[in-house]
């Protein structure tokens, strides 16, 4: 969508926002106040998601970092929200275990661009919200379901973590330290690159699709196939050599003695990634170490003797000061962060890769970076279940009756935010 056109959209935008056309279905987002500009990627594009753990709150913050309203629809009688990327997004509390709040839910859903749910399947068709239900109200509507296992298969009624998914996936056989157990690198790669990040990615591409059809589509968003894929590169370079060898053996797999991490005197670490001929030597020269005293570099059986030499000669010498040798050379060769350092060090320090809140607390900042509509995230805290309960339900064609009659029924929940000031 053009700019001209969203300035065309918003400039008879009142407060209150507007309704849906219901003959045409088209729907009309709303001005909302977060603190956030409207001149980013997603502006006007407007998502319900359906409160989850760690994939799905990654999904929609993705979207509110680049101008999408998401409105984050959580449970009523909950404590303290579990979404810790709840950046940006607005909160209503909702009981769909009353017909109420289910119809509540179906009049956000109709009258929104995206919808996110990371239930298992058969749920929301249980509450009669399934997808074929609501594209029949809102056929532009974007669907996504983002599980571990997807809507159809043998697991797809199955309970299921990251780990869980990185197994069928394929991928967790290959990560682990030789002679080693497999091991999940925290749960990142099916989680978040194959499920919030897979998922962010379909919804953004039927967006696009949308602006030529004029028409929604469901999103089956699997987190063992999105991990499956972000591992393409495993599958496709097997033919080539890079994974013959056992588990941590290989080339990328800390098999190599120069492409994996050291410790230094003072306990902390250095990553090594020096794989091509002209970046080892430059490695090797800023070890203090004589080639011509070394076995070759892609000497399979000799490379736990490089191993250990690389790892005397690490201990003998700082984190800084190996930083201060290597800093300036193609030696591939980096000090390991520890999270409360990241945004210190200089080269984050000069982009600005890290952001600090409203509450102190420091971020990555949105990834990639656009030259003219680029990420704006909100830094105000994150919101309380059930804070915008109120005003949602205004802009969606609620009046102040029909509210309090929903509020004394249970069907939902109004919270306001208290300074612990």
Not at 123 to 147: C, F, S
């Amino acid at each position: 969508m053009s700019d001209a056109k969203h300035k065309r959209q918003y400039d008879n935008v009142e407060a209150r926002g507007r309704r849906t056309n219901r003959e045409s279905c088209q729907v009309i987002t709303y001005r909302w106040k977060t603190g956030c500009q409207e001149n980013m990627a997603l502006a006007g594009v407007q998502v319900i998601e359906l409160a989850g753990l760690a994939p799905a709150p990654f999904c929609g913050m993705i979207l509110a970092d680049f101008g999408a309203r998401v409105i984050r629809v959580d449970r009523t009688k909950v404590a303290m929200a579990m979404d810790t990327q709840a950046r940006g997004k607005q909160s209503v509390a909702l009981n769909l275990k009353k017909p109420q709040g289910v119809a509540v839910l179906r009049k956000l859903c109709v009258q929104s661009d995206v919808v996110i749910e990371p239930f298992r399947k058969g749920v929301m068709e249980k509450l009669g919200l399934g997808p074929e239900e609501l594209l029949k109200e809102n056929p532009r509507l974007i669907y996504a379901r983002l599980t571990g296992f997807g809507q159809t298969g043998s697991y797809a009624q199955s309970a299921g973590h990251d780990i869980n998914y990185l197994a069928i996936s394929g991928l967790l056989s290959m990560l682990g330290r030789s002679s080693e157990k497999p091991y999940a690198p925290l749960n990142l790669v099916a989680d978040f690159a194959g499920g919030g990040l897979m998922c962010a990615m379909g919804i953004v591409l039927a967006l696009l699709e949308r602006t030529r059809s004029g028409k929604g589509q469901v999103i089956d968003s699997s987190m063992v196939e999105g991990a499956a894929y972000v591992g393409s590169f495993m599958w496709k370079s097997r033919n080539i050599g890079l994974w013959n060898r056992p588990r941590g053996e290989n080339l990328l797999d800390s098999g190599a003695p120069f492409y994996d991490t050291y410790q230094t005197s003072d306990g902390k670490h250095m990553a090594v990634g020096a794989l091509e001929p002209q970046f080892y030597d430059q490695f090797v020269k800023g070890l203090g170490l004589d080639p011509s005293d070394l076995p070759p570099q892609m000497s399979f059986s000799d490379w736990p003797e490089l191993k250990r030499i690389f790892t005397r000669t690490f201990a003998t010498k700082t984190q800084a000061e190996w930083s201060r040798i290597f800093d300036g050379t193609d030696a591939c060769v980096t000090p390991v962060l520890p999270l409360d350092e990241v945004q210190s060090h200089p080269h984050n320090k000069e982009r600005g890769s890290f952001l600090k809140d409203a509450q102190g607390e420091v971020s990555p900042r949105p990834a990639p970076v656009l030259s003219r509509t680029p990420a704006d995230p909100c830094l105000s805290r994150d919101p309380i279940i059930g804070e915008h309960t109120r005003s949602v339900l205004e802009e969606f064609g609620y009046g102040a009756d029909e509210i309090e009659q929903l509020l004394s029924s249970g069907a939902v929940e109004c919270n306001k935010f208290k300074s612990r000031m």
